[in-house]
């Protein structure tokens, strides 16, 4: 059974940077695409970043090049650094994975086969 575990979430002041990592039990190449995805409080979970094995990446609109995600495929990581945080940035934020291999990392959410526990990320001064 392949678990994501993420790591690297915390509390940071505005204009701060924070590096999310998602690594995943297993070995080889499993993932054709991972994403990050994030549920701030009181809100619905939305899609923060994607990628795919061959370096496609999608954003979300609200991250303003901000965020970068990347992706390293035989490690079966995915990372997500993020930079100038913002306290609407505040979330939990999930990893997740899907096994089958896309040309865009503009899939649907429901195409994801695994997903982590998440990581608390808190902005405020």
């Known amino acids: 059974q392949i678990q994501l575990v993420e790591s690297g979430g915390g509390l940071v002041q505005p204009g701060g940077s924070l590096r999310l990592s998602c690594a995943a039990s297993?070995?080889?190449?499993?993932?054709?695409?991972m994403a990050w995805y994030r549920q701030p409080p009181g809100k619905q979970r939305e899609l923060v970043a994607a990628?795919?094995?061959?370096?496609?990446?999608n954003y979300a609109g609200s991250i303003e090049d901000r965020f970068t995600i990347s992706m390293h495929n035989a490690k079966n990581t995915a990372y997500l650094q993020m930079n100038y945080l913002k306290p609407e940035d505040t979330a939990v934020y999930y990893c997740?994975?899907?096994?089958?291999?896309?040309?865009?990392?503009?899939?649907?959410?429901?195409?994801?086969?695994?997903w982590g526990q998440g990581t608390q990320v808190t902005v405020s001064s």
């Open positions: 990628i795919t094995s061959g370096g496609t990446t």
């Open positions: 997740a994975g899907s096994r089958r291999r896309f040309t865009s990392a503009r899939i649907s959410d429901t195409l994801y086969d695994y």
């Open positions: 297993g070995s080889g190449n499993i993932f054709g695409v």
